[in-house]
């Protein structure tokens, strides 16, 4: 254990107090230690040597080490007086903390650059090699990033950069480093994508207690509290509020706490000014605008509804779809400025309520787009439902044969455009959905029925004709479909909706595009849950099940597929420079292979 400036502050060469174990000796009473001229900002003690970090940023080093961890160079490994270790020709800036593992040393300059040595038999100096290093050498995989905080812990080592991710080397011993693989040596710094989907903020090491307490354990903070008061100010608590003890100095504010609390306020003003301008076009959206810029719309069977009058339900309901199209747009538009907003101050201290007052209105505009959407989706669908009433109604046994073959060449293809106009429909939930598949099951019911009475009219005039031929035409449109899909018309399919395209891991992307492939598959072959509507008693049922077994075993060759894809991309990007690899996968990378 030590204590700094322990007994003599006024003397700048009294750095530190020290006692307790040390190596194999026990300092039984405080030992002064008057070794380096000038202020110390931190110590790390070996075995028998000890590093100091100066106040200037230089750091000394002195005592017994043969694995190079006092890093003066091969020749010095046994130094009785304090010698400054120098670092490369390139080195900028100061160091601003170091940190000892098991054997080996890390240190972090201000500029953000990592630099290690000592032992490296695990690869924790993340060199690429497991060679000792007896001279600070940089850790050339973590120049690319700003680091802002090291750990070393026994022979494993981790870097925090400032965009909250971190990376590990070292000993990977039973997994330990928690990367994405098991092997046992890792020798150069790589990223912990377990956390991809969080910034962290800070790395602690904590051992672990209690009577069976054994090794040590890292944690990852992603939200911190803000810091506490200087421990003059804490306390108090029995005084009155607004009291204070006698003789209590008057807490002065520096000029960094006074701009810090003035950029705070100044930032607080501003949020609550755009959130209340967007509040105000909220407000419109629900209750008036752009709704008032157009008379209120309804079926030719409804009266027109009072505006001064109607609920918000109301006019979703009797409102032109076009302007419930803007309002979605305008929800789209405020979401996005309340996300750069928070993305902004998201940093930031003293900001928790600003943030959840953001959260919540984007949280409001969320819902709201949804229940447009919703409200939408069921309208379109309700109007096609009205439309169907009339869509083959006609009887082409009563009109002559001219005018019913252009009326059984016609009207098919007028309902396959309303069909497809369905299919197309994106439902939002289970309710849209089932409306959805129904409406389409009577439009292909119509068209089995338009083309059944097709052949039957053929062969009562003579012509060859036969009355199979509308129910196998379904399952020959389904099959062609089916031959048709890829898994890059999927991809652009995708991007089409707007979803991102963009994953964390192989095995995510895998797996969102087997997901993705069974389920356009499905949709393709129609699997109804009522076979009375969807399959014709006219075709052997032999026909279905094969069309089915069909697309089984297309699902399985698509899974397959996609795996050997993965891998071989995988293996392509092996091949590449480490800077041009990306910790994040995409699917056209599998469309270029």
Not at 77 to 103: A, E, L, R, T
Not at 149 to 155: C, E, G, P, T
Not at 328 to 353: H, M, P, V
Request: net charge negative; charged share 25%.
């Amino acid at each position: 254990m030590t204590g700094q400036n322990g007994g003599a502050p006024n003397n700048p060469e009294n750095n530190f107090w020290l006692w307790g174990i040390w190596g194999k000796r026990v300092v039984k009473a405080p030992f002064l230690t008057q070794k380096v001229p000038g202020k110390l900002r931190d110590i790390i003690i070996g075995q028998n040597f000890i590093i100091a970090l100066k106040e200037d940023g230089s750091l000394v080093s002195w005592g017994e080490d043969k694995v190079g961890c006092l890093g003066l160079g091969t020749e010095q490994v046994n130094v009785q007086d304090p010698k400054k270790i120098n670092f490369p020709s390139d080195f900028k800036g100061k160091i601003v903390d170091i940190k000892y593992g098991k054997h080996h040393v890390l240190a972090l300059t201000s500029l953000g650059k990592v630099y290690a040595w000592g032992l490296n038999e695990k690869g924790q100096l993340g060199l690429s090699d497991q060679q000792n290093r007896y001279e600070p050498v940089a850790v050339e995989e973590l120049r690319p990033y700003t680091v802002t905080q090291i750990l070393a812990v026994d022979n494993m080592s981790y870097a925090l950069t400032s965009h909250g991710r971190v990376y590990a080397w070292g000993d990977n011993t039973d997994g330990c480093l928690a990367l994405e693989h098991d092997k046992a040596v890792v020798d150069k710094p790589e990223p912990m994508m377990r956390m991809q989907g969080t910034e962290v903020q800070k790395l602690v090491v904590r051992d672990c207690g209690g009577s069976g307490g054994k090794g040590k354990t890292v944690i990852a903070f992603v939200e911190l509290a803000e810091p506490l008061p200087p421990k003059d100010t804490i306390g108090g608590f029995e005084q009155p509020l607004g009291g204070a003890e006698a003789g209590q100095e008057k807490v002065v504010l520096s000029d960094v706490m006074e701009r810090d609390i003035f950029e705070g306020v100044d930032l607080m003003r501003q949020v609550m000014d755009n959130t209340q301008d967007w509040w105000e076009h909220i407000l419109k959206v629900r209750h008036g605008s752009p709704y008032n810029d157009n008379p209120l719309q309804s079926d030719d069977s409804a009266d027109k509804k009072d505006q001064d009058g109607c609920t918000a339900m109301q006019l979703d309901t009797y409102v032109g779809l076009d302007q419930l199209e803007d309002a979605s747009y305008e929800l789209d538009k405020f979401i996005q400025s309340a996300r750069s907003q928070l993305f902004e101050i998201r940093k930031k201290k003293g900001t928790k309520n600003v943030k959840f007052m953001l959260s919540l209105f984007m949280d409001d505009c969320k819902l709201r787009r949804e229940k447009i959407r919703r409200t939408v989706a069921a309208r379109q669908l309700i109007e096609h439902k009205r439309a169907h009433a009339s869509a083959g109604a006609d009887d082409p046994f009563s009109m002559g044969r001219d005018r019913a073959d252009t009326y059984l060449q016609q009207e098919p293809e007028i309902i396959s455009q309303k069909l497809r106009a369905v299919r197309d429909l994106k439902s939002y939930d289970i309710f849209t959905k089932v409306l959805q598949d129904s409406i389409a099951e009577i439009f292909e019911a119509k068209m089995q029925v338009l083309g059944l009475q097709n052949e039957v009219l053929k062969v009562r005039s003579g012509r060859p004709g036969d009355v199979s031929m509308p129910s196998l035409r379904i399952i020959m449109e389904r099959w062609a479909d089916l031959k048709r899909f890829s898994i890059y018309n999927l991809y652009q399919e995708c991007n089409l909706r707007g979803q991102g395209l963009t994953f964390n891991s192989d095995d995510e992307m895998f797996s969102f595009l087997v997901s993705s492939s069974d389920a356009k598959i499905d949709q393709i072959i129609q699997i109804d849950h009522d076979r009375l509507v969807s399959r014709d008693s006219h075709v052997p049922g032999l026909c279905y099940e094969l069309l089915t077994e069909n697309a089984e075993l297309r699902k399985m060759c698509n899974a397959y597929q996609l795996k050997v894809l993965l891998q071989k991309a995988e293996a392509e990007g092996q091949k590449q420079p480490a800077a041009a690899r990306s910790g994040t996968r995409h699917v056209t990378e599998l469309t270029t292979v």
